[in-house]
């Protein structure tokens, strides 16, 4: 699986648009990239995955450049309770097993 | 649906003793990941179930490692002889087969060897 880069720390006023970059620029064909986040002592939680297109659920929007080399995580009005560890996965459908960065971790100031 | 369940959520044990973790499922999932995480990490593979058969163990789970699904629903992760390096938050995860790729984590066991 691919190996992806992230900033280590971001800050977010509450109520503004969140955007959280990853890196994956060898990324192959067949990787789905996946984003999680992880609030303080609790177990990782899943927010949205994607291939190609541009994703959006009721969590957040996960936007890929074309070239597929990078993602944009966007959570589009910030709450103090989306502070955590968000960790981006690149992965093939057929890896069963997640590995993981360090991930950046958000804190959304009011 | 009340999600995946681990117990405990803490255990604190002498060094040299054996401990067990167990994990509960969401009950349609048939697919299930232990995980292991320090401190200003991110989780580390350690094993995978399809069914009760284990499909996939990383190098991390050493021979004083030992899981068990026996009928496919809830899984046990016992730690033989645990060190000081064995402290750590052991997660859970489970998902479906339907073609499903998101997995569904637990609260993890907090295990502190002393």
């Known amino acids: 699986d691919a190996k992806t880069t992230q900033p280590p720390s971001m800050d977010c006023a509450e109520g503004r648009a969140a955007n959280l970059p990853c890196n994956h620029s060898t990324i192959s064909g067949n990787e789905y990239v996946y984003w999680y986040r992880q609030i303080h002592s609790q177990g990782p939680q899943y927010i949205i995955h994607?291939?190609?297109?541009?994703e959006t659920n009721e969590m957040a929007s996960l936007i890929i450049t074309e070239d597929r080399k990078s993602s944009t995580l966007i959570l589009p009005h910030a709450t103090l309770r989306d502070t955590a560890v968000y960790y981006c996965?690149?992965?093939?459908?057929?890896?069963?097993?997640?590995?993981w960065g360090a991930g950046t971790k958000l804190i959304i100031k009011p | 649906d009340t999600g995946v369940s681990q117990d405990p959520r803490h255990k604190i044990t002498k060094r040299g003793q054996n401990v067990t973790f167990r994990c509960d499922p969401i009950s349609e999932h048939n697919r299930l990941y232990w995980y292991r995480q320090t401190l200003g990490q991110g989780p580390e593979f350690l094993t995978y179930f399809q069914n009760e058969a284990q499909l996939e163990k990383s190098r991390l789970l050493s021979d004083r490692f030992s899981a068990e699904r026996p009928k496919g629903s809830f899984s046990t992760l016992e730690i033989q002889r645990t060190e000081q390096g064995d402290s750590a938050m052991y997660l859970c995860a489970s998902s479906s087969g339907q073609g499903a790729r998101e997995q569904y984590f637990g609260p993890g066991t907090r295990l502190t060897v002393t």
């Open positions: 996965i690149v992965r093939v459908d057929s890896n069963y097993q997640l590995i």
């Open positions: 994607g291939l190609k297109n541009n």
